[in-house]
Nanobody, 127 residues
Framework: QLQLIDSGGGLVQTGGSLRLSCAASGHTFDYYAMGWFRQNPGKEREFVAA????????AYTDSVKGRFTISRDSAKQTVYLQMNGLKPEDTAVYYC????????????????????WGQGTQVTVSS
């Protein structure tokens, strides 16, 4: 069983930056592709970014391309989401997630592909 702990959220002004972290424990981190999703009340949880188990491949939703960067540190069993140029529409609860891709270096983008989830961290961008 893999446990994920999200952190790093907060309140920031438009144009500011935050770095989210997701620490994994309980199982070998290297076997999993990792992703970040976000959700607002009454809305579906949406894909933000993903990184393959090897770290070689990444994927982003169009609205964050060029502003957000996902990365992973196997030694620390941690995945990061560096968020620059934040906008009010980025406000949401952000969740990290892990997907067992069977060793294939893919970047899952669908919520159903992820079996493990963090508890979420709130990001609020003020205008």
């Amino acid at each position: 069983q893999l446990q994920l702990i999200d952190s790093g959220g907060g309140l920031v002004q438009t144009g500011g930056s935050l770095r989210l972290s997701c620490a994994a424990s309980g199982h070998t981190f290297d076997y999993y592709a990792m992703g970040w999703f976000r959700q607002n009340p009454g809305k579906e949880r949406e894909f933000v970014a993903a990184v393959s188990w090897s770290g070689a491949s990444t994927a982003y939703t169009d609205s964050v391309k060029g502003r957000f960067t996902i990365s992973r540190d196997s030694a620390k069993q941690t995945v990061y989401l560096q968020m620059n140029g934040l906008k009010p529409e980025d406000t949401a609860v952000y969740y990290c997630a892990a997907a067992d891709t069977g060793g294939i270096p893919i970047t899952p983008i669908r919520r159903a592909q992820y079996a493990y989830w963090g508890q979420g961290t709130q990001v609020t961008v003020s205008s």
